[in-house]
């Protein structure tokens, strides 16, 4: 037989398999790594896009919590994983998108080393004040910090968390000088803010909602470009002024390079489902914008959040850990 033909016959073999594959899959319980402790915002998302994967499946989508090193260990885990859809990886900002920039020595390149699946939901920051800083806008905080370079501070979860680039872009936008007080975690950095440790700090929106309502910390505007539905009163950074500022912590499934397009394809198809059903409502609860998309502009997204992320790290002359 001619060899062409016997390569032509073998590569559509090949096509049927994944395609017969990816009908059947999954055919036992998946493992869904999250990259950081339980009780945070993409571990609840996780949770919440598992149980519907069960229900649309049969089989199990078990959550495993692998936390530390800001979330290098958990997606690393991913990227070195079987590409055969059984583990996946509900991912974040933090470790694929600023992490490139930040360490010198990542274990894993997110352009080449994750498959991007469908990005899932996004996070907006709000910017929050000690009530003790004399503006109620933003326009008015940006004229402030601009005539006293370097006396306000402003705290985040840990170098090169989506808090500390958020106010660093600030920074780069405005051209103002301030003073960055890393923490580890977003909780006692809320602690000292109410406390008038320092000055102010962008944080994940359902984190502020209580400290708000209590007036013991005073709210100016939220990172996205529309508003925040459960924040609805704050304007966006854009509309204050800041035209075109935009930062948001994003939670997405992904999964090992080489992992076969039909099954990706099966997995995107049920979470468009989910986010056109019950999930969108349940999400909008915890304070994220659903999303969606296919593949492919989930990676074009991650690619511009790259490029965007290492520009802040270069303006802002943040070392590399």
Not at 238 to 245: I, T
Request: aromatic share 6%; hydrophobic share 45%.
């Amino acid at each position: 037989m001619n060899k062409a033909v016997i390569v032509l016959l073998a590569s559509c073999l090949a096509a049927c398999s994944a395609g017969v594959a990816a009908q059947n899959y999954p055919q036992r319980a998946v493992r869904m790594v999250v990259a950081y402790p339980a009780g945070g915002s993409i571990d609840t998302v996780a949770r919440l896009v598992s149980q519907r994967f069960v229900s649309a499946t049969g089989q199990q989508f078990l959550v495993e919590n692998r936390s530390g090193a800001a979330g290098i260990i958990g997606t690393d885990n991913v990227a070195k994983a079987a590409p055969d859809g059984y583990t996946l990886l509900m991912g974040s900002a933090a470790a694929i998108a600023s992490a490139p920039s930040m360490y010198a020595k990542l274990p894993y390149d997110p352009d080449r080393d994750l498959a991007p699946v469908v990005l899932v939901a996004n996070q907006p920051n709000v910017l929050l004040l000690h009530p003790s800083v004399p503006v109620r806008n933003l326009k008015e905080f940006i004229a402030l910090t601009r005539a006293h370079p370097g006396k306000f501070n402003y705290g985040s979860s840990g170098i090169g968390a989506t808090q500390h680039m958020t106010a660093e872009l600030f920074a780069m936008m405005t051209g103002t000088r301030i003073v960055h007080v890393p923490y580890r975690g977003g909780a006692p950095a809320m602690i000292d803010l109410m406390t008038g440790q320092i000055d102010f700090m962008f944080t994940p929106a359902p984190n502020s909602i209580a400290q708000l309502q209590s007036g013991r910390v005073r709210g100016l505007a939220v990172t996205s470009l529309k508003r925040s539905g459960i924040l609805p009163e704050l304007p966006t950074m854009d509309e204050s002024g800041l035209k075109g500022f935009e930062l948001l912590g994003w939670i997405g499934l992904l999964a090992p390079p080489g992992t076969p397009q039909p099954v990706i394809g099966r997995l995107n198809s049920e979470v468009q489902k989910m986010l056109a059903g019950d999930l969108q409502p349940r999400l909008a609860d915890l304070g994220l914008d659903t999303a969606g998309g296919t593949p492919e502009q989930f990676a074009a997204f991650i690619k511009k959040d790259i490029a965007k992320y290492a520009k802040i790290v270069k303006a802002a002359n943040i070392p590399l850990q």
